[in-house]
């Protein structure tokens, strides 16, 4: 079919007739995959210094700790609260929570390069020991070991923060085409 002047005639698109373009919505798996990690790494990264407060001996204060084993309990700590908190704002949509969960994941890789230096350690024998799963402690680090890096990963690309970023446009009430608002009073 040909319009006039012999141009080929041109189908009405989406945001003719007044209606604006449908936007795409993106999908938000990346974003849940993330907020999940997120969780499970909060999870492990907040267990591991209750379960080195509860091994406390009687008598023996916090205070009387070196001060990187505090450093990386505070670590662990801080880490665990900015993933908690990352993960539930991921779950309503705020980018606010994508950033969270970097900081957390950031902290959490902090906390375990600075664990085997705590305790005066190498880290050879720090990780032989974690790898070998004979206590539930280790399990729980080596958890925690795979879940920060794919929590750090899934909430730093483009698809989460896009999801993350997405506002549907509001509705534009129907008007026609070239057709201006009638004055009142006439």
């Known amino acids: 079919m040909t319009g006039p002047y012999g141009y080929p005639a041109q189908q009405p698109g989406p945001g003719d007739f007044g209606y604006p373009a449908p936007q795409a919505r993106p999908t938000g798996a990346t974003a849940i995959i993330a907020a999940l990690f997120g969780l499970v790494a909060a999870g492990c990264a907040g267990y591991i210094p209750i379960y080195f407060f509860l091994r406390l001996p009687s008598g023996f204060s916090i205070g009387n700790l070196p001060g990187l084993v505090l450093t990386m309990l505070g670590l662990y700590l801080l880490a665990a609260l900015f993933l908690l908190i990352g993960a539930l704002s991921a779950f309503f949509r705020s980018v606010a ?64 923060l896009k999801y993350l970023r997405w506002r549907p446009s509001p509705a534009q009430p129907y008007r026609p085409r070239n057709q201006f608002p009638q004055q009142p009073g006439w």
């Open 97 to 160: 929570g994508a950033v969270l969960l970097v900081l957390g994941s950031l902290l959490v890789i902090a906390a375990v390069l600075v664990e085997p230096l705590a305790f005066n350690g190498t880290y050879g024998v720090y990780f032989r020991l974690q790898f070998e799963f004979k206590t539930f402690i280790a399990v729980v680090r080596v958890v925690m070991f795979a879940f920060a890096p794919f929590t750090l990963i899934f909430a730093i690309i483009p698809p989460t």
